[in-house]
């Protein structure tokens, strides 16, 4: 007998912005929020946030090891000074007639260890950063936190996609939302490398826009389908319809204004996107209709 | 000289603001300052000035080239390699640099006895010095498009800072991860800007623990007063820091910015509050500095 088995594939949507504060965790957290259940990922481990909307239940907790840090034992070193000229990253100087590495410069590349005439350098994991996993309102949510100062933030939103996307599967979630961090570098890489959407969100300044046009070259390298909100639009509508023009230039899917609304922040305020502050309000009524753009033009 | 550095766990709070009108108000009471534009992945305080732009410095790092007629593929550099970045299929005599992964720390060089590993720059983004009135006034790191880290290009930008300067103001990359720290350990001193709202206080939070673990001085701006709520104070007065300026959120500031307009061009009185602020900061942890 042959099985018939049905592939389940979820659909992937990344939501971004060069800029930061330009609205992405509240635009995310109302498409959350809006009809089927989803599973959300905030892949912004560097300063996470909508678990502070949602609050959801910690039913998975794993730790993330970030890298390693190289440490010198005192008992063994003998300031011969070898290390020094091999690090590369300035981490290693003479201070009090002692050798000091220092834990904010040094990269964790191991060289200085094993350089060591003495052995005296011990590399010490970075095992502060975690991963949670849990239910929330309307669906599934996973994030990451990654501890204030460490790195290799790229393999931690790798790892918080992954569990996404098995949790999807396992429980026949057909929509993941990527809340992402902002900038350009390699968190960014890492959110939107083989989504399936990627929305920027954008605010109509000088800086908004030229931040966007860093971004759009980021994810055309990617060769993804790119939604472009500008948020805020009507604190200065010539600088809106400037992007506007720009995005419809740049073969962009769709560039849509969101108005400025105070209740986006009240509704932060009492831990609720804004659909579910009021469903009926302009801003809301708009995100729904992105959000339905995203989900269903092919490309 | 003094090195104050604007940052802001969350993004969009205001750091680039603050910092650009800081930096005004110091060359407006004819103080020797620099800007330092940290924030390299979006690089955009320059753009409030007119400036010239003066000199513009490559930074680069070094990754390995392998010389495929001297290697034997005996896989020790792959062992050296702390960032997995080379990959080796010895039988099949394959072995390839992943650049992207690369930091450039030069280990596998080491570890290669067959000399068959050479290095090659690649470019990582720029440096570059602008001024105004022919003395270098700003410094902005940018990295390149599709480059992984912003950290050697801040580190490169934070070297070029003239020493003639009295003030260096540092507007720092949001976040609280490598590229925020290198940013705030060389600084005197860091003005947090956040505003009142929970997700502004959550990342607040996080970066007051690191500012605290690595012994720093620092004191808070709340920006756009007026919207949210009042949890932002209760955390302040509990954990004794200091709140250094409120700033309303008007929609006059906000059109401002869009424009890429200085507000303390027009809001005299927003003038000399950052003034104070920056002179206090000054007097408190400018003279410290100098005696050590």
């Known amino acids: 007998m042959i099985q018939l088995k049905?592939?389940?594939?979820?659909?992937?949507?990344?939501?971004?912005?060069?800029?930061?504060?330009t609205g992405k965790s509240s635009i995310s957290a109302a498409f959350a929020t809006l009809n089927d259940e989803v599973v959300l990922a905030d892949c912004d481990v560097d300063a996470a946030n909508l678990y502070l909307l949602f609050n959801p239940s910690n039913e998975e907790e794993r730790i993330f090891v970030t890298g390693e840090k190289a440490f010198i034992d005192y008992n063994l070193c003998t300031n011969c000074g070898v290390c020094i000229n091999y690090c590369r990253f300035d981490a290693i100087s003479f201070k009090n007639r002692r050798i000091l590495i220092s834990e904010i410069a040094c990269d964790g590349c191991k060289l200085c260890s094993r350089v060591c005439p003495e052995n005296a350098i011990n590399m010490i994991p970075n095992d502060k950063s975690r991963v949670y996993a849990g239910s929330f309102r309307n669906g599934k949510m996973v994030y990451g936190r990654l501890a204030p100062g460490e790195e290799n933030s790229g393999k931690l939103v790798n790892i918080v996609r992954e569990k996404a996307k098995q949790i999807a599967?396992?429980?026949?979630?057909?929509?993941?939302?990527?809340?992402?961090?902002?900038?350009?570098?390699?968190?960014?890489?890492?959110?939107?490398?083989?989504?399936?959407?990627?929305?920027?969100?954008?605010?109509?300044?000088?800086?908004?826009?030229?931040?966007?046009?860093?971004?759009?070259?980021?994810?055309?390298?990617?060769?993804?389908?790119?939604?472009?909100?500008?948020?805020?639009?009507?604190?200065?509508?010539?600088?809106?319809?400037?992007?506007?023009?720009?995005?419809?230039?740049?073969?962009?899917?769709?560039?849509?204004?969101?108005?400025?609304?105070e209740n986006v922040i009240n509704a932060m305020v009492q831990k609720k996107s804004i659909i579910e502050l009021n469903p009926e309000l302009e801003i809301s009524l708009k995100l729904n209709m992105i959000w339905y753009i995203i989900k269903n033009q092919k490309k | 000289m003094i090195k104050i550095a604007v940052a802001s766990g969350k993004g969009g709070t205001g750091k680039t603001f603050v910092a650009t009108n800081i930096f005004y108000a110091l060359m407006r009471k004819n103080?020797?300052?620099?800007?330092?534009d940290c924030d390299a992945e979006a690089p955009n305080s320059i753009a409030f000035f007119q400036t010239k732009l003066i000199k513009?410095?490559?930074?680069?790092?070094?990754?390995?080239?392998?010389?495929?007629?001297?290697?034997?593929?005996c896989g020790k550099c792959r062992e050296y390699c702390?960032?997995?970045?080379?990959?080796?299929?010895?039988?099949?005599?394959?072995?390839?640099?992943?650049?992207?992964?690369?930091h450039g720390c030069g280990a596998c060089s080491v570890a290669c006895k067959y000399d068959a590993i050479t290095e090659k720059p690649v470019s990582l983004g720029k440096v570059n010095l602008y001024s105004n009135n022919g003395e270098p006034l700003f410094i902005e790191a940018?990295?390149?498009?599709?480059?992984?880290?912003?950290?050697?290009?801040?580190?490169?930008?934070?070297?070029?800072?003239?020493?003639?300067?009295?003030?260096?103001?540092?507007?720092?990359?949001?976040?609280?991860?490598?590229?925020?720290?290198?940013?705030?350990?060389?600084?005197?001193?860091?003005?947090?800007?956040?505003?009142?709202?929970?997700?502004?206080?959550?990342?607040?939070?996080?970066?007051?623990?690191?500012?605290?673990?690595?012994?720093?001085?620092?004191?808070?701006?709340?920006?756009?007063?007026?919207?949210?709520?009042?949890?932002?104070?209760?955390?302040?007065?509990?954990?004794?820091?200091?709140?250094?300026?409120?700033?309303?959120?008007?929609?006059?500031?906000?059109?401002?910015?869009?424009?890429?307009?200085?507000?303390?061009?027009?809001?005299?009185?927003?003038?000399?509050?950052?003034?104070?602020?920056?002179?206090?900061?000054?007097?408190?942890?400018?003279?410290?500095?100098?005696?050590?």
């Open chain 2, 56 to 73: 513009v410095s490559e930074v680069t790092q070094l990754v390995p080239v392998i010389n495929i007629d001297s290697c034997i593929y």
């Open chain 2, 142 to 292: 940018r990295m390149n498009i599709g480059v992984m880290s912003p950290v050697p290009i801040i580190k490169e930008a934070i070297k070029n800072i003239n020493n003639q300067a009295e003030i260096i103001i540092l507007d720092s990359p949001p976040g609280t991860s490598c590229p925020f720290i290198q940013t705030v350990e060389p600084a005197d001193y860091i003005i947090l800007v956040t505003e009142p709202t929970p997700f502004g206080l959550s990342d607040l939070k996080q970066s007051v623990e690191i500012l605290k673990t690595i012994n720093k001085s620092f004191g808070v701006i709340i920006n756009r007063v007026g919207i949210g709520n009042m949890e932002v104070y209760d955390y302040l007065t509990q954990e004794n820091i200091p709140l250094l300026l409120e700033i309303p959120f008007k929609k006059e500031i906000a059109e401002l910015y869009s424009v890429g307009k200085i507000a303390s061009e027009k809001d005299f009185i927003l003038e000399k509050q950052l003034f104070d602020t920056v002179e206090n900061i000054i007097l408190q942890y400018g003279s410290s500095y100098n005696k050590r």
């Open chain 1, 169 to 261: 599967k396992t429980n026949g979630l057909e929509t993941i939302i990527l809340d992402g961090p902002p900038g350009i570098g390699c968190p960014v890489i890492s959110t939107i490398t083989g989504v399936d959407k990627v929305v920027i969100v954008t605010e109509p300044t000088i800086s908004g826009f030229h931040d966007l046009e860093r971004i759009v070259e980021l994810v055309k390298k990617f060769n993804l389908q790119i939604f472009v909100i500008i948020n805020k639009y009507d604190l200065n509508l010539s600088v809106a319809s400037q992007i506007k023009t720009w995005c419809l230039r740049k073969d962009i899917s769709l560039a849509e204004y969101l108005p400025f609304d």
């Open chain 1, 6 to 21: 049905i592939l389940f594939y979820s659909m992937e949507v990344a939501i971004i912005s060069g800029k930061g504060g």
């Open chain 2, 82 to 102: 702390n960032y997995n970045a080379i990959f080796i299929l010895p039988p099949m005599k394959i072995i390839q640099v992943i650049e992207d992964l690369c």
């Open chain 2, 31 to 36: 103080f020797r300052a620099m800007l330092v």
